[in-house]
């Protein structure tokens, strides 16, 4: 599946040609396609096809309501970590009885709403969450269904801001105290235990870590069916990677198949929770060349997006690909790709060798994941609009936000408390 092509304007997403984005809708600007995500998403549920499942879209790795309304449309179920993402979830038309609700530090009110609205489990992350869980429950004279999401102590060999499941981690439940707890869960009368869970990090590149961590859980799901505790799910998490530069992320039939052999005959729906591996390479973040700057040690390009709009770079020294759309025949140069912000973490790519002039404009790619769901006003900069691209047609999915916007719920001191001083 190549949604982006070079042709005779320059590169395309889907049949429309990046320059035709940036005249209409302006720069930065995300740009989605459509058929990407739907295959992203048909190749991951169609991969299991032969267990029972069910994809749980992590929400946070992109939540604009286009993009949850399309995989709700596909079957999908959703993970959240706050109420936000719950409420988002709805509004797009997801199904919050398949929902699961993870993060370790959920407050009574996005409980209740979470039991209000009939979500499918509670990922419960500490032995305090599963007492107040039981508490709001009662309250609202219900039960709540819940998994205890396992810490099971293995290396995801991934970069370390990243990693969630090693017993350092503030995610999670040791390991060594899972048993307990589920007996703890199981005697407590507001709650239903349902399922186990786990996620053990992101940007995953290898099968092997998904692989350990599924056997860990088995062995407790082992112990707890001989105390009487049976589940009716396994949740695995998300976490698988994609290629940014030239990663190999694992085949999807392999990773597939790895975990069905050890999951045959016993009768647990498989919960997965990808996020990245479903929109990470569906969409872009185009932005236009302001400046360049031309220095003895370095060469500057100063393009308008930055890192409010894509923290990845600055945050994790991520690579991005970044293609210009109307490709030069001029010489190449090595250029630092850096944004307006003031800030010298503030780039988007390092050393990048390519022919620029001023005005041109770059698509930084496989920005799909993680781009504007962490963008931020920093330096008073509204976030970037997105667009998504389905065949011919190009959708606005999310405006581009105005400067008054971004202080509209800020208030002056009144006057005579200035005057008081
Ligand atoms: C609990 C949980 N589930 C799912 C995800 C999605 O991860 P990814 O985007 O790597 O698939 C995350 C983020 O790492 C997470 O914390
Ligand atoms: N935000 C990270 C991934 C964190 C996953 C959330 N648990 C990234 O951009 O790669």
């Not at 390479?281 to 370095?298: I, M």
């Amino acid at each position: 599946m190549t949604p982006f092509a070079y042709r005779e304007q320059g590169l395309c997403v889907e049949a429309v040609p990046l320059t035709r984005i940036a005249a209409q809708y302006g720069t930065p600007c995300y740009v989605y396609s459509r058929a990407a995500l739907e295959f992203a998403f048909r190749n991951f549920d169609g991969a299991f096809s032969g267990l029972p499942h069910l994809i749980c879209y992590a929400v946070k790795a992109n939540s604009n309501l286009a993009i949850l309304d399309l995989f709700a449309r596909l079957g999908a179920g959703f993970d959240i970590v706050s109420g936000g993402e719950l409420k988002r979830v709805v509004a797009a038309g997801g199904d919050p009885s398949k929902v699961v609700f993870s993060g370790v530090g959920k407050t009574e009110a996005e409980m209740r709403l979470a039991l209000e609205l009939g979500i499918h489990c509670f990922n419960v992350e500490s032995e305090a969450e599963l007492y107040r869980l039981n508490e709001v429950a009662g309250g609202l004279k219900r039960r709540a269904p819940v998994s205890l999401r396992v810490n099971p102590d293995v290396n995801p060999r991934t970069h370390p801001y990243i990693s969630t499941g090693l017993k350092e981690s503030k995610f999670g439940i040791e390991y060594a105290r899972a048993f307990e707890l589920y007996q703890v869960a199981q005697g407590l009368p507001h709650l239903v235990v349902r399922g186990i869970d786990c996620h053990i990090g992101s940007q995953i590149l290898q099968v092997e870590p998904f692989v350990d961590a599924l056997e860990r859980v088995l062995e407790l799901v082992d112990r707890l069916k001989a105390a009487g505790i049976r589940l009716e799910h396994l949740d695995l998490g998300g976490g698988l990677g994609i290629r940014y530069r030239d990663e190999c992320p694992p085949d999807l039939a392999e990773y597939a198949r790895r975990l069905a052999e050890r999951l045959a005959g016993r009768g647990l729906k498989l919960l997965l929770e990808p996020g990245r591996a479903l929109v990470g390479n569906a969409g872009l973040l185009l932005t236009r060349v302001e400046y360049l700057k031309p220095g003895q040690t370095r060469h500057f390009a100063i393009v308008d997006a930055a890192m409010n709009d894509l923290m990845r770079p600055a945050l994790y020294d991520a690579w991005h690909d970044i293609l210009p759309v109307v490709p030069h025949q001029g010489s190449a140069r090595t250029w630092e790709i850096v944004g307006p912000v003031c800030e010298s973490g503030d780039f988007l790519g390092h050393a990048r060798s390519l022919a620029l002039a001023q005005g041109d404009l770059l698509a930084i790619m496989s920005a799909g994941a993680y781009g504007m769901s962490m963008a931020s006003n920093y330096n008073s900069r509204p976030r970037a609009a997105e667009v998504m691209v389905s065949g011919e047609q190009v959708f606005l999915i999310r405006e581009r936000e105005s400067v008054e916007a971004l202080y509209a719920l800020e208030h002056l001191l009144p006057t005579d408390a200035l005057s008081a001083s």
